[in-house]
């Protein structure tokens, strides 16, 4: 498969890149820290992003943008630009093509007030970073298709209920998932990443803050590209989400121990003052429409202990 692969440099785009490079021909794409091997790409220029389509791709994958929830509160419109007006101009030049698009989206598009979240709960971002998301995800596949309960037509293709997929849909009714674009929320992603490192950055330090109050089913990234691949497949709207469920000090503390990392993890809790952004308490994402979960907190660490990859789901 022809991949091209939008935020290759990222923490979670280098796993991606560095996982799908060994069975497909990806090309990758990073903003601006060049990384050999890497196409340079503002996703704000438009023609350059069509320009780049014009290379003919079978799916391309959308991991880049704005994803750092402060600094999205802080400039919105950026984050506007970066996470959802790039995925419009995306579906509007793949128009007609066969180029499916696969967009990661969050967790954060949800307020953080039930106990799980599947594909059909109704979504209210309170920050920055997921109201972009949402607008994100209502770019590729519609904000019809988004609400409601969520509903599988023929195999592969998910739905909502005011949304029909393929050529036969009734006159009047929405078919804007008949291209066979995917979104695909992912909740807090733990690991290590072959490029830009970020999340185990976060124990450099002698002191690790790590909030008490924030309840998370995270996912190990090395298992996240074979999950991916898993369904890439489908149309419509998933979710993944790890097998346990932590708190973030619970999380940060359980790899400190597991690495004998340097640093003290401190219990923290309570959002930082305005303008820093809010941040759902809890967010646990489920599936109706698939069996795939992350690995265990044991069987990754495990894996990180070791060094080696996680495998595929």
């Known amino acids: 498969m022809r991949i091209l692969l939008l935020g290759a440099s990222g923490y979670v785009g280098g796993a991606l890149w560095s996982e799908w490079s060994a069975r497909h021909t990806v090309v990758g794409t990073c903003a601006s820290r060049p990384v050999p091997g890497l196409v340079p790409l503002d996703l704000r220029d438009q023609e350059a992003l069509r320009r780049l389509l014009d290379q003919g791709f079978d799916l391309v994958v959308h991991a880049a943008g704005l994803v750092d929830l402060s600094d999205a509160e802080r400039q919105p419109e950026l984050a506007r630009q970066l996470n959802a007006a790039s995925v419009a101009t995306l579906r509007s030049a793949v128009r007609g093509t066969g180029t499916r698009i696969l967009l990661l989206s969050t967790d954060n ?52 209920e005011d949304a ?11 078919s804007r998932l008949v291209d066979g674009h995917l979104v695909v929320r992912i ?76 640093t003290e993890v401190v219990p923290v809790s309570g959002d930082d003052p305005l303008p820093a952004p809010r941040r759902p308490a809890r967010l646990v994402l489920r599936s109706v429409h698939h069996g795939l979960r992350g690995p265990g907190l044991d069987t990754a660490l495990g894996d990180m202990v070791r060094g080696g990859p996680a495998g595929r789901p």
């Open 109 to 160: 598009v949800f307020d953080g007030t039930a106990d799980t979240y599947t594909e059909g709960d109704e979504r209210a971002p309170v920050n920055a970073y997921g109201h972009s998301k949402r607008a994100a995800e209502d770019a590729l596949i519609g904000a019809d298709a988004l609400v409601g309960e969520d509903t599988l037509v023929g195999e592969d293709t998910l739905v909502g």
């Open 164 to 174: 029909f997929a393929g050529a036969d849909a009734p006159a009047g009714t929405d």
């Open 187 to 262: 909740p807090l992603v733990y690991g290590r990443s072959p490029i830009a490192d970020r999340f185990m950055a976060r124990f450099d330090g002698p002191r690790t803050p790590a909030r008490t109050d924030l309840v998370c089913a995270p996912v190990y990234l090395p298992w996240l590209p074979g999950a991916l691949e898993e369904l890439w497949d489908r149309s419509g709207l998933l979710h993944l989400g790890g097998a346990q469920v932590v708190t973030r000090y619970e999380l940060m503390t359980r790899i400190r121990d597991a690495l004998a990392l340097p």
